[in-house]
């Protein structure tokens, strides 16, 4: 894996949307006739949003997703396609920050994104058995994971640090939004490249921020790191995983466009703030183990403190908690886009069925992940569904097609857009 592109001088004034890699590339176009860019939506008619849930390990679903979506938009526009180019906004919470890092984060050779959509799930396969390595099911096991995390996070820092190196958060090739919790403040902590352009004190290295947002209670251990304010005082981070404020950060990434309509930013104009009719949303889940109908209120009705935090091998007020919030985004987001009449600019991907271990976070075995990268597979030949909301099951959705067949017309709808981009820029972008 390429290592990351180092840092661009830092300006504490503000700039244009576009960030010093951004440019950069841009400058380069000239000479990279096939690298397909994509002007700001100002160009355009629409937002193009990109959201990826927290899930762990099942990363590798999405991972999935995302593959086949670049394939497709490959056969459009030329082999040089990549993910980036199409989104105006990714957003990712947990291991859902991480793959928005790797999708977003430029080279040091041309400055093209990390990762090909294609190779992030060699990633998973290669590094989560070291990330989560086997912990013993015995007492001791239960105790050690009693009296501290699961998992100390050492390989899982030094490896983020290693890909990412220098860069930060104003340094990636397209806007990001990555959601965190500041356990020491009690409240959400969102990085964008919108706020570290305009507050250098959110300009963290994304090394920091996706190790923060990766830092799932009982899991894996809270993250501290400082930044400087522009005065040059210091700025404490004290980082906890992005789920426990937004595990489905779709409408994270729509409140951060709106807020930058209603700051006058010029990348987005003529669109007016709410105007959610001209938002183009992919939204990728990482699965959920519904239809096991694990437990009961006769269950949970005699659990204290300990049976909440640990029962059969899961945590299941962590887990209630991460799936109302993912759940009750994705009802939001789907009413509302049907009362605009614009359904089919709104693609929820997600599969309630996992069983067994494929529903686990943190399960690293070989055989697991590779169930994981079957379990994508098989997600895109599947009819797509929406959340039925007296249920909070997924149900067929009758008026669209397989998953794979909706993100085929996807792509189709995200070249045509870029392709209309370059043209009200007189092909000079």
Not at 46 to 58: A, E, H, P, Q, Y
Not at 101 to 117: E, Q
Not at 282 to 290: H, R, Y
Not at 312 to 330: C, Y
Request: charged share 25%.
């Amino acid at each position: 894996m390429p290592p990351a592109m180092q840092v661009p001088g830092e300006s504490n004034g503000p700039r244009r949307l576009l960030n010093p890699a951004q440019r950069a590339l841009s400058s380069r176009r000239s000479s990279l006739p096939s690298t397909p860019g994509s002007p700001p939506p100002s160009y355009g008619s629409i937002v193009t949003v990109l959201s990826i849930d927290g899930g762990g390990v099942r990363g590798i679903i999405p991972g999935t997703i995302l593959a086949f979506l670049e394939e497709k938009l490959q056969e459009l526009d030329g082999p040089e396609a990549r993910i980036a180019d199409y989104f105006d906004v990714i957003a990712g919470t947990s291991t859902g920050g991480l793959v928005t890092a790797m999708l977003t984060a430029p080279n040091d050779v041309d400055g093209r994104p990390l990762f090909a959509a294609k190779d992030i799930n060699s990633f998973y396969l290669d590094h989560c058995p070291k990330i989560f390595p086997p912990i013993s099911k015995g007492p001791f096991g239960l105790l050690k994971s009693m009296a501290g995390p699961k998992y100390d996070g050492e390989y899982l820092h030094s490896i983020v640090k290693k890909l990412l190196g220098d860069t930060r958060v104003r340094d990636t090739l397209k806007n990001i939004v990555i959601p965190t919790f500041d356990i020491k403040h009690m409240q959400p902590t969102i990085f964008s490249t919108y706020d570290a352009i305009q507050d250098v004190s959110k300009n963290a290295l994304l090394s920091d921020v996706c190790i923060g947002t990766s830092a799932a209670p009982t899991y894996l251990p809270g993250h501290h790191f400082q930044t400087k304010h522009k005065d040059g005082t210091p700025r404490d981070f004290d980082l906890i995983d992005g789920g426990v404020a937004a595990n489905n950060p779709t409408l994270l990434a729509m409140t951060h466009v709106t807020k930058q309509i209603l700051m006058g930013n010029k990348d987005f104009f003529p669109i007016r703030p709410a105007d959610y009719g001209k938002f183009m949303i992919l939204s990728l889940g990482t699965g959920t183990a519904k239809i096991e109908e694990k437990f009961d209120a006769g269950q949970c009705g005699k659990w204290g403190i300990l049976g909440w935090l640990y029962n059969n091998g899961t945590t299941p007020i962590i887990d209630s908690f991460s799936q109302a919030s993912s759940d009750l985004v994705d009802i939001h987001a789907s009413v509302l886009f049907q009362a605009l009449h614009c359904e089919k600019r709104y693609l929820r991907i997600q599969d309630d069925e996992l069983k067994g271990e494929t529903a686990s976070v943190d399960v690293s075995a070989p055989e697991n992940l590779n169930r994981l990268v079957d379990v994508g597979k098989a997600l895109l030949k599947r009819k797509m569904c929406k959340v039925n909301v007296e249920t909070g099951k997924n149900e067929p959705d009758l008026k669209r097609g397989t998953n794979e067949e909706e993100l085929i017309h996807f792509a189709k709808m995200l070249s045509e857009e870029r392709k209309a981009r370059l043209g009200n820029e007189g092909g000079q972008y």
